[in-house]
């Protein structure tokens, strides 16, 4: 499966590097973030070949990354955002969190998913049932496998992960994108045929995949990049959601004996909970160490950077560093004193030019150094779904531990978090 | 203190960043995708300029004061 670039070119899939350098302040991590020549391309082969990310958005690098993501961007404006967060997601919240939430004793885990999934797969460009919990399961069930995907330079077995997601795409494929595909088609046809205005075509990355699909810039003239893209979004608008959503009530439960107080705050007040769910991000990041390429020579923070170095940025150290966030930099404290050119969540969402695209979806606007918000201010889904499940009267369940997801090495990420529910806050 | 504000258009993505930032100095130009300058943007306050310069996910931001200092250098 392995194959080599022929004289002159990059090894397509490195394997091994000429070096192996890590990074662990803040500002080195970022500067390297920065850094153009350092790229996510670790594996340069065509789908057939074993690259099962050929093409996504979060492994092309340079013209091509920035030209899909003028594009896709247009899908993260703030009137998008504001749509999503105080229209639709509080009715998906609601509606699902009274039925999953069937007993004292469940695991908050799958259920962060299911509520995830509904407004990822929209914004990926899905039409699936939002009632429909088979549904919403089985989107789940591709979002663990695409997440394994996106994790597979630190999976534990990697041709195990590449059979099954190989697998996953056709069933994806199959049973979601193409319906959704054709109907988006049609639709985009009408509106070239002059039958259409384009304020009635959907909202969504599949649409302007489509919509864009001619620009060679984009290089999605093969139908399965365009799945990979779309799978590419529905994981990331699920997985990060629901990771953060129980690394928020794990921080919160041991800090229980210290701020016995913080589940009721986060039930009564957006701005701490948002404030919380930027202290989990910094805590936790879903992608504790952050790897690049170096495509060429570089240099970061003065130190040389040869040709297919593995550049390791750790972003638990950055985000803990004390020359940026104080003494207290290990300590859970969602009212820390910031200046506001350091972002809260840290280096979670990544900065740069990959930076997450959905940081304003999750995590919502940064929060201002004097802690106010007007009237634009977008708190972010996950703030909204601690608050949420913090008011349900969520508590701790020693009798059942949590269980990691030990298939990564990344280890801020569950499988399962049982919980207990008592009174209302 | 005014400012001469300069985007790269080829290495812009589009963020936002700088929109959300400063609303009354950039916007999005959503035929092609990429920020521009607004008229005017060079009477908007220089902190909040330098912080949009500093933001921007591709350094694609060049600002400039009046007396030629570079305030913020675009990456390239």
Redesign the interface.
């Known amino acids: 499966m392995v194959a080599t670039a022929e004289e002159g070119g990059s090894r397509d899939l490195l394997e091994s590097y000429s070096a192996t350098i890590t990074f662990d302040t803040y500002e080195t991590v970022r500067e390297a973030l920065f850094n153009p020549s350092l790229s996510r391309s670790f594996d340069k082969r065509s789908y057939g070949h074993g690259n099962i990310r050929d093409g996504v958005v979060s492994i092309t690098h340079g013209p091509t990354h920035r030209a899909r993501r003028r594009v896709e961007n247009s899908q993260f404006r703030p009137d998008k955002l504001r749509l999503y967060e105080r229209v639709l997601f509080p009715t998906v919240l609601g509606e699902l969190l009274d039925v999953l939430i069937d007993g004292e004793f469940v695991d908050i885990f799958p259920i962060g998913e299911l509520v995830s999934v509904v407004l990822a797969a929209r914004r990926a460009g899905l039409d699936q049932d939002d009632r429909a919990l088979d549904q919403l399961r089985t989107l789940v069930r591709f979002v663990d496998v695409f997440s394994q995907g996106s994790a597979i330079l630190d999976a534990r077995d990697p041709e195990a992960v590449r059979t099954l997601v190989y697998r996953t795409y056709e069933e994806f494929e199959r049973g979601f994108v193409r319906p959704a595909w054709d109907r988006r088609a049609a639709l985009i046809q009408a509106h070239r045929d002059g039958r259409l205005d384009a304020s009635h075509l959907p909202n969504d990355i599949l649409t302007v995949l489509l919509l864009h699909r001619d620009d060679p810039h984009i290089e999605l003239d093969d139908d399965g990049r365009v799945v990979r893209e779309t799978a590419t979004y529905l994981q990331g608008g699920t997985h990060t959601s629901a990771q953060t959503l129980t690394n928020a009530l794990d921080l919160m439960f041991e800090a229980g004996d210290r701020r016995p107080d913080v589940l009721g705050l986060v039930a009564r007040d957006r701005g701490f909970a948002q404030r919380v769910v930027h202290e989990t991000l910094r805590l936790r990041p879903t992608t504790p160490k952050i790897k690049r390429r170096a495509e060429a020579d570089t240099e970061v923070a003065g130190v040389a950077i040869p040709r297919d170095a593995l550049v390791v940025l750790d972003a638990v150290a950055g985000n803990r560093d004390p020359a940026v966030y104080g003494p207290t930099a290990h300590d859970f404290d969602p009212d820390r004193t910031l200046p506001a050119s350091v972002p809260r969540w840290g280096l979670s969402f990544g900065a740069g030019a990959h930076q997450c695209p959905g940081r304003s979806v999750a995590g919502g606007f940064p929060v201002p150094s004097d802690l106010g918000t007007d009237d634009e201010h977008l708190f972010g889904l996950v703030a909204l779904m601690i608050q949420a499940v913090a008011a349900r009267g969520v508590l701790a369940d020693p009798d059942h531990p949590p269980e990691r997801d030990l298939r990564t090495a990344r280890d801020t990420r569950w499988l399962h978090y049982p919980v207990r529910f008592g009174p209302r806050r | 203190m005014a400012a001469r504000v300069h985007i790269d258009e080829?290495?812009?993505?589009?963020?936002?960043e700088c929109v959300?930032l400063l609303p009354a100095a950039f916007r999005?130009d959503?035929s092609?995708?990429?920020s521009v300058p607004l008229d005017g943007a060079q009477l908007q306050d220089l902190n909040l300029l330098v912080?949009a310069g500093?933001n921007c996910?591709?350094?694609s931001i060049r600002v400039v004061a009046d007396d030629g200092t570079v305030l913020v250098a675009s990456?390239?």
């Open positions: 080829d290495m812009c993505i589009g963020s936002g959300r999005i959503e092609r995708g990429i912080m500093h996910p591709t350094n990456a390239h």
